[in-house]
Structures are given as structure tokens and as C-alpha cells.
């Protein structure tokens, strides 16, 4: 057979160990190539997405509001002073200006609860935020996985148009060679040279399609116009320039399948936005007791003291201790509509947590079956690959010994290459549905290192405590 070494290489690339669906065979080896490879991709993407920092500045909001209701409940100081002058400025003495200071102290002392709940809502809130930003990690991580997958199918698109090519100029040289010596008529070149021409056009087609997807690649590691960020050396960062990526040697495809039932319980458990719409019903519990004490009756303290000096014969200090009981009468139906919008707020939510569920369910069962679907039509079309490669090399056999028809070895060069190409089609399905899958249970892609995925997931789990 003559299937090009390169193809073979990429192709066996593209098969990358896929948990539930796709992993590395018994002793298959790997080794480093030079360019960029799918677990670099995801880290710098996680290092430079701007989508991220915006995750993290919401995030920093929302600890500076729990901060401002915990100062609520805390004792504040506050101070002020004066001086008075009667008189001309020519004139100045000190029997004619006053000085006076105050110093103040005051706490909240009891207000039926509602500074606790205020504190344990904006908790919640900020839980939520915090998940919202593991989630926002999941998705760019899961966008530049299937940019990654995106550029690897062009390549191998590519490299499909231009062993095309050559099996077509290989057909062209051998028609000239007989119609040279009388064994075929002149109908049979020009065939042949306008196959070579079609077939040389999709190939440029195909190299285009490839700086596209590189600058699409470019984009989703969060470094669109080569800038910023950190890549390896031997790969182009400048805007426009190729971006090379490392190849890995031979991976299988298993026969397991994902089980539905373990995989959506996990996908409850861990998606970001399930568990921030958890937290968000939580948050409008609280916010239906709060609303419900608006009218409540509050206990303030203050300590103060004061100094003053009229003139230079007079001064004093006082001290003072109080405490202020504020209890509210009428308000004019302001508690009651409070609770009513707080009811309608945690309606809203409730809603959004039921249909986030649903989303959930059918997020997991629809990548789950879409890998399965996958890899069933990689193991097939892999068949028809070997089919497609034994008739070209019978048509070409006949060709060259004058018994075939040159249209019969036309087909049959565009047989291989559909082969390869839906061979190529089915294994890259199989990897954004991998990628999918991991996005929709709200985990991190696990080509990424187990120890960074560890750091990144403790560092979230602390925030949520």
C-alpha cells in the first residue's frame, strides 16, 4: 500500500485518549514533537483568556459586598471639631474664639436577625459567583479544546487534498506514458489534467482553511493578535504566523461506553451553573426572612465624648452613654411589598434552577451518545479506509497494464480521499464530543495535568468555605 507515512502519523494524533470513550492502548508509546501540544493549548488559554479576568474581577466584587454588610454589625468611630472666631484679624485673642471636638462610638446591638441574614446572603451570592468563575474556567478551557480539534482536522483535510494531488499527477504522468506510446488516446490526459487541476485548487482551499483556524485557535487561548501571554519557543506567536502543532504517536480507540445514569448524577453534583443556581434559591430563601424583618425593631449604643473651650478662661469634657430603640409604626405597606418581590425573586430562580437542570440532562445524554455515535463510525470508516486503499491500488494496477479505464482510477482516488476524509470527520466528532461531554458535567478537559486541575479545583473549593 502506498498511504502516505505523514497521514498515518496524523491521524493516529488525532485518536488522543478520550475517558469514556477514547483512551491510549496497551503500550502505546508517546514522544514529545516539537509545537504546540493540546495540554499547553488549554493552559495558556487558562493563563490569558480575558473572559477569565472579567470572572475574577465579578468575583472580587462580590467579597467587597460581604465585606460591607459584615462592617454593619461592627463598631464604627467617628470625629469631628470646630473652631469659632468673632472679631478682626488684627485684633485676634483668645478671648474671642471657642474650639470644640467629638468623638463618637456607636454598634448595632440587635436588629431580629437581619444583619445575619444579609451576611449569610450575600455568602451564597458569593458562592455563586465563585462557581460562576469555575464555570467560566470550563468553558474556555472547553472552546479552545475544540479550537485545538478545529486546526488538527484542517491539517488533515489538507494533508488528504495533497496526497489527492499526488495520486492524480501520479495518474497524469502514466497517461501521458501511454498515450505516448499509442496505449491510450489523448481523451485520457485532458482528463487527467483537469482532475490534477480541481484537485490542486481544493488543496489551496484547504491551506486557507488552515490560517483561518490557526487565528481561531489564536483567539480561544485568549492571545488574538499574538499578544501576551507565554508560548513555547518553538512556536509562532506573532499575528498571522503558523502555529505548529506537536504530534503524538499511536492511540486506540476501546470498546467502553459512557454510562448515562453515573454520568448525570456527577453532572449535578459538579456543573458550575447548576451549583450556583443552588446557591442563588438558597440566597432568596434568606432574602424572603429579610424582607419579612424590614419593619423590625432595631437597638443602637453609642459612647461619645466632647471637649470644648470658650474663650481662655472656660473648657469642659463630657462623656456620654446611650442606646437608641427605633421601632417602627407605620410604613406604609413597605414590608409587605418587600416580601412580595422577594417571593418573586426566589420564583425567578427556582424556575432558572429547574430549567438549568433539564439543560444539564440533556447536555450529558446529548454528547454521551453523539461519542458513542463517534467512535462506532471512527471503528467503521476506518474499515472503509483499508477497502478504499486496496482498490486503488487494483485500479492503478489495471491502469498501467492497459486493461483499466482511467475513470475507473479516478473514482477510485476520490474514494480514498472521502474515506479519509469521513475517517478524519468521525474521529475529530469524537473529540468535541468528548469535549463537550467534560463541559457539560462542568469539568475541566483531563488532558490538563492532575496536579494543575487539583491546584485550580482547591483554590475554588477554599473560596466556597
Not at 470644648?308 to 409587605?336: C, F, K, W
Amino acid at each position: 500500500m502506498r498511504m502516505s507515512s505523514n497521514l498515518i502519523v496524523r491521524a493516529a494524533w488525532l485518536v488522543c485518549a478520550i475517558v469514556l470513550g477514547l483512551s491510549a492502548g496497551p503500550g502505546a508509546a508517546e514522544e514529545k514533537a516539537p509545537g504546540l501540544s493540546l495540554e499547553e493549548c488549554l493552559t495558556l488559554a487558562l493563563e490569558n483568556h480575558p473572559t477569565l479576568r472579567g470572572a475574577k474581577g465579578t468575583t472580587r466584587a462580590a467579597e467587597a459586598a460581604l465585606e460591607q454588610v459584615k462592617v454593619n454589625n461592627r463598631v464604627t468611630v467617628g470625629a469631628a471639631g470646630g473652631v469659632d472666631y468673632d472679631g478682626d484679624y488684627e485684633e485676634w485673642d483668645d478671648r474671642y474664639h471657642s474650639e470644640s471636638a467629638r468623638i463618637t462610638a456607636s454598634k448595632l446591638l440587635y436588629d431580629t436577625g437581619r444583619n445575619r441574614l444579609q451576611k449569610e446572603m450575600q455568602s451564597e451570592t458569593l458562592k455563586g459567583t465563585r462557581e460562576n468563575e469555575r464555570g467560566t474556567r470550563v468553558s474556555v478551557a472547553a472552546n479552545a479544546k475544540r479550537a485545538y480539534y478545529d486546526l488538527v482536522l484542517k491539517f488533515l483535510n489538507r494533508d488528504v487534498e495533497q496526497e489527492k494531488l499526488n495520486n492524480l499527477e501520479e495518474h497524469l504522468k502514466t497517461a501521458r506514458g501511454l498515450y505516448e506510446v499509442g496505449n491510450s488516446p489523448f481523451i485520457d490526459v485532458t482528463t487527467a489534467e483537469a482532475d490534477v487541476a480541481s484537485a490542486r485548487t481544493s488543496l489551496l482551499k484547504a491551506e486557507s482553511d488552515i490560517l483561518v483556524y490557526q487565528e481561531a485557535l489564536r483567539v480561544a487561548m485568549g492571545m488574538e493578535g499574538g499578544a501576551g501571554g507565554r508560548l513555547p519557543p518553538d512556536v509562532n506567536a506573532e499575528a498571522g504566523g503558523p502555529i505548529t502543532l506537536a504530534l503524538s504517536t499511536k492511540l486506540l480507540l476501546p470498546g467502553a461506553e459512557p454510562e448515562l445514569e453515573n454520568l448525570l448524577d456527577t453532572a449535578l453534583e459538579d456543573r458550575p451553573d447548576y451549583r450556583q443556581a443552588l446557591h442563588t434559591v438558597r440566597a432568596r430563601e434568606l432574602g424572603i426572612t429579610n424582607a419579612a424583618r424590614t419593619s423590625a425593631p432595631t437597638i443602637t449604643g453609642q459612647l461619645a465624648s466632647s471637649f470644648s473651650n470658650r474663650e481662655a478662661s472656660s473648657s469642659s469634657e463630657n462623656y456620654s452613654v446611650g442606646i437608641t430603640l427605633n421601632i417602627p409604626i407605620v410604613d406604609g405597606g413597605a414590608q409587605a411589598a418587600a416580601v412580595e418581590a422577594a417571593r418573586a425573586q426566589w420564583d425567578q430562580a427556582a424556575a432558572e434552577r429547574d430549567r438549568l437542570r433539564q439543560q444539564v440532562a440533556y447536555g450529558v445524554r446529548s454528547a454521551a451518545l453523539s461519542l458513542t455515535s463517534a467512535v462506532d463510525r471512527a471503528r467503521a470508516s476506518e474499515t472503509s479506509v483499508r477497502y478504499a486503499e486496496e482498490n486503488l491500488e487494483l485500479a492503478r494496477g489495471r491502469y498501467e497494464v492497459g486493461v483499466g479505464d482511467p475513470l475507473e482510477l479516478s473514482d477510485a482516488v476520490s474514494s480514498l480521499a472521502n474515506a479519509r476524509f469521513t475517517y478524519y470527520q468521525a474521529l475529530y466528532d469524537a473529540q468535541t464530543a468528548r469535549a463537550n461531554l467534560d463541559e457539560a458535567m462542568g469539568h475541566l478537559p483531563p488532558e490538563l495535568t492532575t496536579e494543575s486541575q487539583t491546584a485550580k479545583r482547591e483554590g475554588m473549593d477554599d473560596g466556597r468555605h
